[in-house]
């Protein structure tokens, strides 16, 4: 049997060409998928926000770590706690308490409200000396928002506090810690009497072509009411309004849809709000965008990333060809396996890193310069 050499040229050029045929066939499996989704998915009504309670406590049980006896503050603080508890103390007799600590308390409501006796999780931070809050208890604090109520506890806090970060001994979270005193629900959303609906889309989502699409299937779905206001309506029941007419009974801009309510739910606004956030659309395809978090080397695409004819190689390793001239040897060519588009996709791009086994530091290192070049079509984030 005779014996087979190839020396370190060949088997680069063979390795080369495996991986190229590789490509090939992985980019002739690019299927898209669309994926269903409701108008509440992506679109919340205007005013529904997120509400911030916050409020000062004291924690107790620390072991010699906190802030009293060095801070008269806190001194009059566990003595004002004292006395509520009909324990009068002077802050003099207080001078040696190093085992508690003064702390900001916050907690979040979510933007669907919470009713009275629902509890919620909140986070404490020391606001003066202390040494580290391991061990502590947060003694009963009243959380406030002076948007819903003047100088009205809404919340009660208290509990345990945990830890998360080591490196940050003085901040701490306390797991379902807060206790609603009353209901608590946003100030803003629907107001009796509005003739519209405004939606706001999720901030990630935003875009004009995301509201036109938005736009489009909610007059798609009451465009035939007969009285709504949306249209006359055919004998057949259809809507006599085109289809690309939306525009006079809705209003968008790139972040909103503003909705004319139908005159046949005048009197059940509520009811065709449910009905308008259960609207069936076509997952709207999202913004052109890239996303690198540096801290973990994750790139994430989003959107139909294309990239312009250019030709790529970094640090002796890779050589590709995007679009471009084949003439130049030694270039893996990628092109897009989609014959509607008009320019290969950054996520063709990826796969052909991935096969090429470049490292996470090196592909982001060409997505920078793809976009320092202008040849990244889309919108480059990073954190």
Known sequence: MSDIIMTSSSLYSC????????ICVLLSLNVRNVEAAKVGDICDLAGKEEINLVGLGLVIGLNGTGDGGDSATTMRSLATALNLMNNPIGVPDLRDADNVAVVMVTATIPKTGLNRGQHVDCYVNSILGAKSLR??????????????ADDQALA?????????????????????GVRLLQDVYPPGGFKPGQKTVTLVIDKNKASWRTADAIARKIHAEFSFERTSGFGDTSEDGRSGVAYDEYEK?????ETTITVQIPEVYAESPKQFIAFLMK???????????VVINNATKTIVITGEVEISPVAIT?????????GGDTSQGGFVKIDSTNPDEQSPQ?????????????PAEAKIDIIRTLNASGKLNAILLEY
Request: proline letters at 4%; hydrophobic letters at 45%; a negative charge.
């Open 15 to 22: 390795r080369s060409l495996v991986t190229a045929l590789l």
């Open 135 to 148: 061990g502590g208890r947060l003694f009963a604090a009243p959380l406030e928002n002076n948007l819903i």
């Open 156 to 176: 009660i806090a208290s509990g345990g506090i945990v830890i998360e970060d080591e490196k940050n001994l003085v901040s701490g979270k306390i797991s379902n």
């Open 249 to 253: 009974w809705i209003n968008i801009t």
């Open 279 to 289: 609207v069936d659309v076509d997952n709207p395809s999202p913004e052109a965008k």
């Open 314 to 322: 970094h640090e002796n390793l890779i050589n590709i060809n995007i």
């Open 346 to 358: 950054l996520t063709e791009l990826k796969r052909a890193l991935d096969l090429l086994q470049v």
